[in-house]
């Protein structure tokens, strides 16, 4: 099993991301999709999680700007970020428990400019 994410990228302060992260291989079942991230000289943090029957949370550090959701059938997670601001810069990990094993994509790249 592998996840792939994508979407990152450069960004001015306000502007729009959409990250993307697929699992693909020998996948019997999806549960939890989460997002995580990790700012230059920081440790990683939670950012978000979307339950396998579609029930989300997120940190209140992103609350009412970033949404998280899903593609069952594609076996795909997302995060629509809004609003960006600069603290958002971080490398962005996806996370998700498939066939009941947690897995980790490789981190995407998002540069939010002042």
């Known amino acids: 099993v592998q996840l792939q994410a994508s979407g990152g990228g450069l960004v001015q302060t306000g502007g729009s991301l959409r990250l993307s992260c697929a699992a693909s291989g020998r996948i019997f079942s999806v549960n939890d999709m989460n997002w995580y991230r990790q700012p230059p000289g920081k440790q990683r943090e939670w950012v978000a999680t979307i339950t396998g029957d579609g029930r989300t949370n997120s940190a209140a550090s992103v609350k009412g700007r970033f949404t998280i959701s899903r593609d069952n059938a594609q076996n795909t997670v997302y995060l629509q970020m809004n609003s960006l601001k600069p603290e958002d810069t971080a490398v962005y990990y996806c996370?998700?428990?498939?066939?009941?094993?947690?897995?980790w994509g490789e981190g995407t790249q998002v540069t939010v400019s002042s």
């Open positions: 996370n998700a428990v498939v066939n009941r094993r947690h897995y």
